[in-house]
């Protein structure tokens, strides 16, 4: 999986539908999946997930919080990274794997569950 992770082009839902995910924190991301790798109970320190490496370069999760105004997360960068993130060679330089594995378009495993 993770080859496959590492070489599908990204076609994200959230982009196409313009929408936009605020967890229970208050914290503006794009989607529940990028949100969701935020906390992952299996890490000790789930900072290790790629996700913290964007929200670290934009100043951290106060940056994201959507009580201060959506045009000041807007402002930080962050949806641009997470989708430039998608042009990276490998998800070891950079591509988030948790947008090649939710949005990935030759297998949609979101739709798949419903078959």
Same mark, same amino acid.
């Given at each position: $999986? @993770? +080859?496959?992770?590492?070489? #599908?082009? #990204?076609?994200?839902? #959230?982009?196409?539908?313009? !929408?936009?995910? *605020? ?11 990028? +949100?969701? =790798? $935020?906390?992952? /109970? /299996?890490?000790?320190?789930? =900072?290790?997930?790629? *996700?913290?490496?964007? *929200? @670290? ?5 106060? $940056?994201?919080? +959507? =009580? ?6 807007? +402002?930080?960068? *962050?949806?641009?990274? &997470?989708?430039? !993130? ?11 794997? #948790? ?5 990935? &378009?030759? /297998? ?8």
């Amino acid at each position: $999986m @993770d +080859a496959y992770y590492d070489t #599908v082009p #990204v076609n994200c839902k #959230v982009a196409k539908s313009k !929408s936009l995910f *605020i967890s229970a924190e208050g914290l503006a991301l794009p989607c529940c999946w990028t +949100a969701g =790798r $935020m906390y992952k /109970w /299996w890490h000790a320190d789930p =900072r290790i997930e790629q *996700i913290w490496q964007i *929200i @670290d370069s934009i100043g951290g999760k106060k $940056m994201l919080d +959507a =009580r201060q105004g959506l045009e000041k997360v807007f +402002a930080t960068g *962050i949806f641009e990274q &997470i989708q430039h !993130s998608w042009n990276r060679k490998s998800c070891a330089d950079g591509k988030l794997k #948790v947008c090649a594995s939710k949005c990935g &378009i030759e /297998w949609d495993p979101y739709t798949e569950q419903f078959r």
